[in-house]
């Protein structure tokens, strides 16, 4: 079975200031990690993936996120946030080296707010 | 390139009524999945389908079924709702034996009174 744990259902940063989200996982088999990104009354959007190749992933946006196996970890980091990167964050687990695009275990999800 | 489309966008029931929702995948794609997400909760994965067959399914109950066409569109049925099924129904696409990513539509919020 697999499950993913987002600590802090709420993150609050200034504009400019860096954003951290952080991501636990667990998995009895080498996972695959995803980072979506929902906006209010939207579906999800893809911000990164990690497959089992670089272990620092960048993706849209200027957001990357980091694979580490020793903490079980896939933290979403930005340099510096945007009014615009209000939304909220989302990280997944599937079962990887499936072959295709297996079931989705989401966390219950991070709300990222910015200030001014 | 039309990506994951979903109709409709919004719909209200009563409790014990059915209700059907559409789902059309992104082009290229083969496989679809669904997905419920409850208010302030993260999606939960309900069932893909892959060559007009249920290929995995997650815990719900069997009154959620679907269907998948021979266009690879799909609809995910639900029976005898309750309350507890108001939601955002999220449809995920992927072409199978491809990359890993499931791509979604914006979903269909369903409210159930």
Not at chain 1, 12 to 27: I, K, P, Q, T, W
Not at chain 2, 22 to 43: E, F
Not at chain 2, 57 to 71: C, L, V, W, Y
Not at chain 2, 77 to 94: E, H, K, R
Request: charged residues 15%; negative net charge; aromatic residues 12%.
């Amino acid at each position: 079975a697999q499950s993913v744990t987002q600590l802090g259902s709420h993150v609050s940063v200034s504009e400019g200031a860096l954003v951290l989200l952080r991501c636990n996982y667990s998995s009895s088999v080498p996972p695959y990690l995803f980072w979506y990104v929902q906006y209010p009354n939207q579906g999800l959007q893809l911000l990164l993936k990690y497959t089992s190749a670089a272990t620092l992933v960048k993706g849209i946006n200027d957001f990357e996120a980091e694979f580490k196996k020793s903490e079980t970890s896939f933290h979403l980091t930005k340099p510096s946030a945007h009014m615009s990167d209000a939304a909220e964050y989302f990280c997944a687990v599937s079962e990887g080296d499936t072959g295709t695009a297996s079931k989705l275990t989401f966390g219950t999800g991070t709300r990222l707010q910015v200030t001014l | 390139d039309a990506g994951v489309t979903q109709s409709p966008t919004h719909l209200i029931k009563t409790r014990g009524q059915q209700v059907t929702l559409r789902c059309s995948p992104k082009s290229g794609h083969d496989t679809v999945s669904w997905y419920q997400q409850a208010l302030g909760q993260g999606p939960q994965f309900i069932f893909q389908y892959y060559e007009e067959e249920e290929r995995q399914r997650g815990n719900f109950p069997d009154r959620f079924s679907g269907h998948q066409f021979p266009n690879y569109s799909s609809e995910l049925n639900v029976n005898a709702l309750w309350l507890g099924d108001s939601a955002l129904y999220l449809c995920a696409s992927s072409f199978f034996g491809g990359e890993e990513t499931q791509y979604f539509g914006p979903g269909t919020r369903l409210l159930v009174l």
